[in-house]
């Protein structure tokens, strides 16, 4: 008897966006290194692509993610 079992079915009402096959999936079905998800419903997940780049965006110019000073070594620990 197998330790774990695969879920080859998902959930009712568990929606995916596949990247291999760029199409939208009820339940896992492609392996989850290939997916998005799940979404709540099929046009959340239609929509995958347009979340991934707005949020991509969001995080790209987001002053909390990146340094001020980029390359600049007056602040070095050694005092130099």
Do not use: I
């Amino acid at each position: 008897m197998a330790l774990f079992k695969k879920r080859t079915v998902g959930k009712p009402g568990e929606w995916y966006y596949c990247l291999q096959h760029k199409k939208v999936e009820e339940g896992p079905e492609c392996p989850a290194q290939n997916r998005f998800g799940p979404y709540p419903s099929r046009e959340a997940a239609q929509h995958a692509m347009d979340t991934a780049r707005e949020r991509n965006l969001e995080w790209d110019t987001d002053p909390k993610w990146h340094d001020e000073d980029k390359g600049d070594d007056r602040s070095s620990p050694s005092g130099d």
